[in-house]
């Protein structure tokens, strides 16, 4: 077995047994450009909703570590936990998902790279406008009363008519 067709192998395997690895390769796979730092927090805001928890993000940065596409970084001294990338995000997670059978060398070095994530201190919100329609919009976990105020005004403004 080639080093490429043991990694999609390996990362089919996380792909399958975590379900932060599952939601967060299948939104890395679809993009046009590599990450080089992941947040832990942004990766767990993103799939709290579908059951996977802060341990299942970790535990799945580690699988990822094990197969030597990055490393995780605790967080110390105010920086936030992360992963950083060593592999293209954009390759690995399209090993993963199946989208891609294989890749060469040349695929898997990242470049080309979005910027990071943003912090992850927000909060998700749905809410049902119409019968047919439910927008959602993230606020900061600690969303002020006055920046809720500057919100509305700034909604307001938004009919034509």
């Known amino acids: ?66 197969l030597d596409c990055g490393r995780y970084v605790e967080g110390r001294k105010g920086k936030k936990s992360r992963f950083e990338w060593t592999k293209s995000s954009l390759a690995v997670c399209q090993l993963a998902t199946g989208e891609k059978k294989a890749v060469s060398p040349a695929d898997l070095k990242v470049v080309g790279t979005e910027p990071e994530e943003p912090d992850a201190d927000l909060e998700r919100h749905s809410f049902k406008l119409r019968s047919d329609l439910t927008i959602e919009i993230e606020v900061p976990s600690d969303f002020t009363v006055a920046e809720a105020d500057r919100l509305a005004r700034f909604i307001q403004a938004l009919p034509r008519g």
Not at 38 to 61: C, E, P, S, Y
């Open 1 to 66: 077995m080639n080093v490429s067709a043991q990694l999609s192998s390996s990362l089919s395997s996380l792909y399958a047994g975590n379900s932060a690895a599952t939601v967060l390769f299948d939104e890395y796979a679809n993009r046009q450009r590599n990450r080089r730092v992941t947040n832990t927090d942004w990766v767990h805001q993103l799939v709290k909703d579908r059951g996977a928890t802060r341990a299942d993000v970790i535990a799945m940065f580690r699988g990822l570590e094990e």
